[in-house]
């Protein structure tokens, strides 16, 4: 199958591939380490009852394929867990089961997901607005005050740590000038004016640093792009400056963009664990950190490794968007 549609299914192809290396590594990692695997998969507080049935469950007297396998099982097709009295089913796709809250691993992280994708999503939107935006303005003005400011200004947002950013701005927007209350998660479904306003100091939090590492991509990608020589026949040919910068310039300076940001976004969904604890939002990151037994750290670093992979796939389409000579390679 050629064209777009082969295309986006090889890179499908290659996403599902990924996932499956991924879901073996971090089997291998955490339940292959040396150890009492059952008393660390069910945690400190378990008794000696309670950890001789985990290791049934998990089946440690069956070979290391034959665990992986039915682990992989339970995400595909779900599978049953005895609780002691009864026995409960866990659907597709199942994590596991977290003995520390009697919980299953699909359901801590759905619950902690909205909160997450809110922070990552809104932060994701500002950085590019604002990191393109500058760097794109950077480019065009170069060599004059406008680029020298600007570059100061992404150069000390590279250079000042999110927590700062956000105490500064919690002191300053919520403290002083009281502009804002202090943010506290409201689900968009319960008053999305309410979940907007409480989530914009963690998204600026997020996006100021962000912004600035893409501010300075885009100006090196732009400046890049303007040296070409089909910029130079446009100019030739009398087409405007800011059609040059907006239309054909800042196209062909899209491909690194998009792949930092796939990167960005991936990463961030369990990655921003700085600004959930600093602003109390009960998100995957703040939860892989508190998290006390094993199934619920596999099963966040699953979910992780998804959001990556997803991220870096529609990266791979949306280059294919940009530039339809990828199609070709």
Known sequence: MTG????????????????LAIS?????????????????????????????????????????????WHFLQGIVAGRDYSTGTSVEHCPAPCLGLSYHSDQQVTQIILGKLPVSLSLVLGAMV??????????????????????RALTGVTLAGVATPSFVIGLV????????????????????????????????????????????????????????????????TFRAYGVGERSIVGRHALRGALAPIIALNAND?????????????????PGIGQELVHAVDLPVV???VLVIGFFV?????????????????????
């Open 24 to 68: 073996v590594i971090v089997y291998v990692v955490f339940y292959a380490t040396p150890g009492n695997v059952a008393q660390i998969t069910c945690g400190p507080r378990c008794s000696p009852e309670q950890v001789h049935q985990v290791a049934r469950q998990l089946r440690l007297d069956d070979p290391l394929y034959l665990r992986y």
């Open 298 to 300: 596999v099963g966040m």
């Open 126 to 147: 500002l950085w590019l607005l604002l990191g393109v935006g500058t760097g794109v303005l950077s480019a065009w003005r170069r060599g004059r005050p406008t680029e």
């Open 265 to 281: 976004v991936g990463a961030a969904v369990g990655g921003a664990v700085l600004t959930e604890t600093l602003f109390g939002l």
């Open 169 to 232: 701005l919690m002191i300053v927007v919520c403290g002083q000038l009281e502009l804002l209350p202090f943010p506290e998660y409201v689900p968009l479904s319960d008053d999305p004016e309410q979940w907007m306003w409480n989530l914009l100091l963690p998204w600026l939090t997020l996006a100021l640093g962000e912004a600035a590492y893409f501010a300075r991509l885009t100006r090196a990608s732009m400046l890049e792009t303007l040296a070409e020589d089909h910029i130079r």
């Open 4 to 19: 777009f549609t082969g295309f986006a299914l090889r890179r499908a192809a290659g996403a599902i591939v990924t996932l």
């Open 309 to 329: 992979v997803l991220a870096n796939a529609v990266a791979d389409v949306l280059y294919a968007v940009a530039d339809r000579r990828v199609v070709l390679t």
